[in-house]
């Protein structure tokens, strides 16, 4: 059954991705129109998710979710994130490797709803990274970084770099910490999907204006890995070592 439910999944991804692009490609010139589209094929997935894969979610600390645009500065443990991000907040951009847009359907619809690119490692990532990221703050959208800069194992902690932290200082955005346990049932690089409850923490903003660059993401850093340890341990594929909650 496990196998039976994560194709009819897959194929319902691949059917609604082909089947909405071109009305994202329609939506383009029409301003958030998009993203719009965008956040349409994200319900269809996150429904799928729910009631074919049985992969729910808990959220904890919606209260903390502030009224004007912010940096979202989260654990990054699967695509389930991706997905999910977009459904909990308001209209966002994620950061990401512009390798990406070269994938089929998906990756040009990343490009189309003004997803960040950046060549990491290069000298340009950094003004890359400036330049789009006001462009899209002046537009209204949150931004939507992994601090780490990749996928970490359940129980594991890459490291945290600055990327946030300058963005909030340079755009005067503050700072909204999210922990997440999702690679516990959705693992990284892996076909099969797992059902359970995801748990999700959003903490409470870290202004942007409460320290230097390396503060504000020492605080981040800390919470979130604070809070990693208290939702450890629940999914089926939690590290082995993780003591359950």
């Not at 909990?88 to 619809?109: D, M, N, S, T, Y």
């Not at 990221?133 to 594991?156: N, S």
């Not at 870290?206 to 809070?227: D, Q």
Request: include cysteine; proline fraction near 7%.
């Amino acid at each position: 059954m496990l196998l039976a439910r994560n194709l009819l999944h897959w194929l319902i991804l691949v059917a609604s991705l082909i089947s909405m692009f071109p009305f994202i490609l329609l939506a383009a010139p029409v301003p958030n129109g998009a993203h719009f589209v965008a956040r349409q094929w994200v319900k269809v997935l996150m429904w799928s998710l729910k009631h074919v894969v049985g992969l729910k979610y808990r959220l904890t600390g919606a209260e903390n979710i502030p009224a004007r645009p912010a940096i979202i500065c989260a654990k990054h443990q699967s695509g389930w994130e991706t997905l999910a991000l977009q459904e909990i907040f308001p209209p966002q951009v994620f950061v990401a490797k512009r390798e990406l847009f070269k994938i089929p359907f998906f990756g040009w619809g990343l490009k189309i709803v003004k997803t960040i690119g950046i060549e990491r490692g290069s000298a340009q990532a950094s003004t890359q990274l400036a330049k789009q990221g006001r462009a899209r703050r002046d537009e209204g959208y949150w931004i939507t970084i992994f601090p780490e800069g990749t996928r970490v194992a359940p129980g594991a902690q890459g490291r945290y770099k600055s990327g946030a932290a300058r963005m909030a200082k340079l755009f005067e955005m503050d700072i909204v910490p999210v922990a997440l346990n999702s690679g516990e049932f959705w693992p990284k690089d892996s076909f099969l999907k797992y059902s359970g409850t995801v748990d999700v923490i959003v903490g409470e903003p870290i202004p942007y204006g409460s320290g230097s660059e390396a503060e504000l993401m020492r605080r981040c850093e800390e919470w979130i890995e604070a809070r990693q340890q208290e939702i450890n341990g629940k999914g089926p594929m939690a590290a082995k070592d993780t003591p359950p909650q």
